[in-house]
């Protein structure tokens, strides 16, 4: 019998991202209002050439166990998505460990560039052993895929991709993963410790899945967008994550909405009870040059410099912009000190497609309610987190390195794939 005819990975996970964006907006409408103010100042009222230019660039999740991990992974290699670099945020005080579900070719990234962070809850920092236990024995219990998903992954894996013939049913059951529960898998009392132990704890443990916490359009400028929202009365965090504004923009910037304190439903022994919980939040990000491992060394000292400067009570974007003036801030500079990629033989630098743990943290941090612990957490053990993937996670620094035609990858590269980033600013 002949194969099916496969669905094209990147083409399927556009479909994907479009269909979770809708769910999403209808789930949280803040994110819409969100969507429709960025697309505003992402352009002049006159040119509505790109609809899409403010296509979700990721969204984020975090899940309880090491056979969700295996799950989702699964799951995502059907979109064409692949676990790249290892983020421990412990140091921050969040205990979970990380890495992003991405695309790794630049026509995976030009067909659609989303992508998922993906965080395991690291349940052994429960300090208190029987609430632990208790936690452990709920997350083995939940199944977090519909029966029908798991026989399209089975079929997916056995067929070596899933027959273009079951891409819708393939969408619609993905979905289920990343939606909403209004009711809570725990009683009030029990989501009321867990809370207590790290609201994040409570987040993972007490629905029936891992539902998406936000989304993350692409902006063209991140400040007027930040200043937009404020305007609007949209909360945003009052300083936005990563390095300052610059002429040659670096890595990544992004801030939020602060979370909603959502209404949600615990079952009780009289019937269920009315409560809240704050979790779910909107997002926007601009991304700018990957960095050398030197670039990336210089950054990660002049933002601990700056976090201090903060600590000592200046003002966080003075303190930024003054810290991060012993940056390069032009190509030629950038490229003589060799502190960012460029794509062979151009001075254009090669956009950055990851994340950044301490900016992470403090997204997390700052949507996770008032319960802000900031203290340091026992350090997150990439080879435990490779263990429970099944697999190790890519090294990014190799992809942008092949990208700029350094070393072995370089061989690989196709001369007339598309350039992805070329669109970007
Ligand atoms: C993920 C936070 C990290 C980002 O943009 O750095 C993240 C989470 O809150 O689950 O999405
Ligand atoms: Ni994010």
Same mark, same amino acid.
């Given at each position: 019998?002949?194969?099916?005819?496969?669905?094209?990975?990147?083409?399927? *996970?556009?479909?994907? @991202?479009?269909?979770?964006?809708?769910?999403?907006?209808?789930? &949280?409408?803040?994110?819409?209002?969100?969507?429709?103010? &960025?697309? *505003?100042?992402?352009?002049?009222? @006159?040119?509505?050439?790109?609809?899409?230019?403010?296509? +979700? *660039?990721?969204?984020?999740?975090?899940?309880?166990?090491?056979?969700?991990? &295996?799950?989702?992974?699964?799951?995502?290699?059907?979109?064409?998505?692949?676990?790249?670099?290892?983020?421990?945020?412990?140091?921050?005080?969040?205990?979970?460990?990380?890495?992003?579900?991405?695309?790794?070719?630049?026509?995976?990234?030009?067909?659609?560039?989303?992508?998922?962070?993906?965080?395991?809850?690291?349940?052994?920092?429960?300090?208190?052993?029987?609430?632990?236990?208790?936690?452990?024995?709920?997350?083995?219990?939940?199944?977090?895929?519909?029966?029908?998903?798991?026989?399209?992954?089975?079929?997916?894996?056995?067929?070596?991709?899933?027959?273009?013939?079951?891409?819708?049913?393939?969408?619609?059951?993905?979905?289920?993963?990343?939606?909403?529960?209004?009711?809570?898998?725990?009683?009030?009392?029990?989501?009321?410790?867990?809370?207590?132990?790290?609201?994040?704890?409570?987040? &993972?443990?007490?629905?029936?899945?891992?539902?998406?916490?936000?989304?993350?359009?692409?902006?063209?400028?991140?400040?007027?967008?930040?200043?937009?929202?404020?305007?609007?009365?949209?909360?945003?965090?009052?300083?936005?994550?990563?390095?300052?504004?610059?002429?040659?923009?670096?890595?990544? *910037?992004?801030? @939020?909405?602060?979370?909603?304190?959502?209404?949600?439903?615990?079952?009780?022994?009289?019937?269920?009870?009315?409560?809240?919980?704050?979790?779910?939040?909107? +997002?926007?990000?601009?991304?700018?040059?990957?960095?050398?491992?030197?670039?990336?060394?210089?950054?990660?000292?002049?933002?601990?410099?700056?976090?201090?400067?903060?600590?000592?009570?200046?003002?966080?974007?003075?303190?930024?912009?003054?810290?991060?003036?012993?940056?390069?801030?032009?190509?030629?500079?950038?490229?003589?000190?060799?502190?960012?990629?460029?794509?062979?033989?151009?001075?254009?630098?090669?956009?950055?497609?990851?994340?950044?743990?301490? @900016?992470?943290?403090?997204?997390?941090?700052?949507?996770?309610?008032?319960?802000?612990?900031?203290?340091?957490?026992?350090?997150?053990?990439?080879?435990?987190?490779?263990?429970?993937?099944?697999?190790?996670?890519?090294?990014?620094?190799?992809?942008?390195?092949?990208?700029?035609?350094?070393?072995?990858?370089?061989?690989?590269?196709?001369?007339?794939?598309?350039?992805?980033?070329?669109?970007?600013?």
């Amino acid at each position: 019998m002949p194969h099916a005819v496969p669905a094209d990975p990147d083409a399927l *996970r556009a479909r994907f @991202s479009e269909a979770l964006s809708a769910m999403y907006r209808q789930e &949280v409408p803040l994110y819409g209002d969100l969507l429709a103010l &960025v697309a *505003r100042t992402n352009r002049p009222a @006159s040119d509505d050439q790109d609809h899409r230019l403010e296509v +979700e *660039r990721h969204g984020a999740i975090r899940l309880g166990t090491e056979a969700e991990l &295996v799950l989702v992974a699964r799951l995502f290699a059907v979109l064409g998505l692949h676990p790249v670099g290892y983020y421990d945020l412990a140091p921050a005080g969040v205990p979970v460990h990380s890495t992003a579900f991405r695309p790794i070719t630049a026509r995976g990234l030009a067909i659609s560039p989303f992508r998922v962070f993906t965080s395991l809850l690291r349940l052994e920092l429960i300090a208190d052993p029987a609430l632990r236990e208790e936690a452990a024995a709920i997350l083995s219990r939940r199944c977090i895929a519909t029966p029908r998903l798991l026989e399209l992954l089975a079929l997916a894996e056995a067929e070596g991709g899933l027959p273009e013939a079951d891409a819708d049913a393939f969408v619609a059951e993905a979905l289920h993963v990343f939606r909403w529960h209004r009711t809570a898998a725990v009683d009030a009392p029990l989501y009321a410790r867990l809370k207590a132990a790290h609201p994040l704890v409570a987040d &993972v443990v007490c629905f029936r899945g891992p539902h998406l916490n936000h989304l993350t359009p692409r902006t063209r400028d991140i400040d007027a967008a930040q200043a937009a929202m404020r305007e609007a009365g949209m909360n945003p965090k009052p300083a936005i994550e990563g390095p300052p504004r610059r002429q040659v923009p670096i890595l990544l *910037r992004q801030t @939020s909405f602060q979370a909603l304190e959502e209404p949600v439903l615990f079952p009780g022994p009289g019937g269920e009870a009315a409560g809240t919980h704050t979790a779910r939040f909107g +997002e926007i990000e601009q991304r700018g040059a990957a960095l050398t491992p030197e670039g990336r060394a210089l950054y990660d000292r002049l933002l601990a410099q700056a976090q201090a400067a903060i600590a000592d009570g200046a003002p966080h974007d003075d303190a930024t912009r003054r810290t991060f003036a012993g940056f390069p801030d032009d190509p030629g500079s950038l490229h003589e000190a060799g502190l960012a990629f460029f794509r062979p033989g151009t001075p254009e630098p090669i956009l950055y497609e990851d994340f950044l743990p301490v @900016s992470a943290a403090g997204i997390f941090r700052s949507n996770l309610g008032h319960d802000n612990k900031t203290g340091g957490l026992a350090a997150g053990e990439r080879a435990r987190f490779e263990a429970a993937l099944g697999a190790k996670v890519l090294d990014e620094m190799a992809l942008y390195a092949a990208e700029a035609g350094e070393g072995q990858g370089a061989a690989h590269r196709s001369a007339s794939s598309p350039d992805p980033l070329g669109t970007e600013p």
